[in-house]
């Protein structure tokens, strides 16, 4: 419950940055034609949010919250997911909240490393978690390919 509280939390925080300008901002800037309609990447976004979850769940299920011999420092794998989320949350703030894709290109290109250093971590203990990340890693990718095409449309 706690991972998908912490995924869908993040979900709900960017969703009000999101709200702050896609009805407005996000309306008047140019994209390509490609680009996918709201619905289809909120449903997109719910299916994402779920899985990167049951990922983390499935990982912490091999590990739990701390190290070896009940070492008190936190699991690697648990940090980079952290990481990852932070800056999931972000790239809202920063495309729609600050209405800068410029900003938003820069944190998409942390974020697809920090989901890469995550599925790494997380698939030597979950194959399954690690295979559910692969879908967020691709839709990232995307996202970025589409977050550039929107900078370039309309830099300065």
């Given at each position: 419950m706690l991972f998908l509280g912490a995924c869908y939390g993040v979900a709900a925080l960017g969703g009000i940055a999101t709200a702050s300008s896609v009805g407005t901002w996000y309306q008047t800037i140019r994209k390509p034609e490609w680009t996918p309609s709201g619905q289809v990447i909120g449903t997109v976004w719910t299916f994402l949010y779920g899985m990167m979850a049951i990922s983390a769940w499935?990982?912490?299920?091999?590990?739990?919250?701390?190290?070896?011999?009940g070492q008190a420092w936190v699991q690697p794998w648990l940090i980079a997911f952290g990481i990852q989320l932070a800056l999931n949350l972000a790239w809202s703030w920063l495309f729609f909240g600050l209405r800068s894709p410029g900003l938003a290109m820069i944190d998409i290109v942390l974020l697809w490393a920090a989901i890469l250093v995550t599925l790494w971590l997380i698939w030597p203990l979950s194959r399954v978690g690690g295979i559910l990340l692969l879908p967020y890693l691709a839709w990232v990718s995307f996202a970025g390919v589409l977050n550039f095409v929107i900078w370039w449309m309309n830099r300065g």
């Open positions: 499935l990982a912490w299920r091999q590990t739990g919250w701390c190290g070896s011999m």
